[in-house]
């Protein structure tokens, strides 16, 4: 039988995480922020009452049938609100449906699911902290989230657009291509340091 040792398993998480990054990366780039404020439902009322009742239904269930702490139950409803992105967006892509109206409301409730994954992790910061005040957390949350939206949003704006002129004279697909995969990979490293995922700073560097 093959054998995966915890190094080589930790880089195939690593590599299946990108692969994420980058489908959230093509995503970005059909969206604009105007185009955002036009999914405003998708997003943010579809989206929220997905997370918000499946985690009311899973932590109901797992409170009320397994006797688990409210608490831990809260989390792990939490948890399994949320979906794979990259096999609903694969299945949308193949199915040539991610434009429809169905594949919209998906997508829409995916890039809620990622926003959401942000108070999620906070809230189990706030229940596992032991040294930590809670209006700490909270604060440092808020100016991570805004340090790293401002930068991303502002040196692609004012930089990047200057640097993809430069590029795109050059006439090189390689060196076009090349420049891209750096973009993302270093929006979506950009992203993780703040405490964020990946997947975010690839949708935000799209």
Do not use: C
């Not at 995916?110 to 926003?115: A, G, K, M, V, Y």
């Amino acid at each position: 039988m093959l054998k995966v040792d915890a190094g080589s398993s930790e880089t195939l998480d690593h590599i299946a995480e990108f692969g994420i990054v980058f489908l959230m990366f093509t995503i970005g780039l059909e969206f604009s922020f105007p185009q955002l404020k036009k999914m405003q439902r998708e997003v943010f009322v579809f989206g929220f009452l997905q997370v918000s009742l499946t985690t009311i239904a899973i932590s109901a269930l797992a409170y009320a049938l397994f006797g688990i702490p409210p608490v831990n139950a809260a989390i792990i409803g939490s948890a399994l609100s949320l979906s794979s992105t990259a096999i609903v967006l694969k299945i949308l892509n193949e199915s040539g449906k991610i434009k429809s109206a169905e594949g919209r409301n998906s997508v829409g409730i995916l890039i809620f699911q990622d926003i959401a994954v942000i108070p999620i992790l906070l809230a189990i910061s706030l229940v596992t902290a032991t040294g930590q005040s809670a209006s700490s957390l909270i604060g440092q949350t808020v100016i991570n989230a805004f340090i790293v939206i401002t930068a991303i949003y502002l040196f692609g704006r004012f930089v990047l657009r200057w640097f993809f002129r430069i590029i795109s004279n050059t006439n090189s697909k390689e060196i076009y291509i090349g420049f891209v995969l750096l973009t993302t990979i270093g929006a979506s490293y950009f992203s993780h340091h703040f405490g964020f995922s990946y997947s975010l700073g690839g949708f935000l560097a799209g």
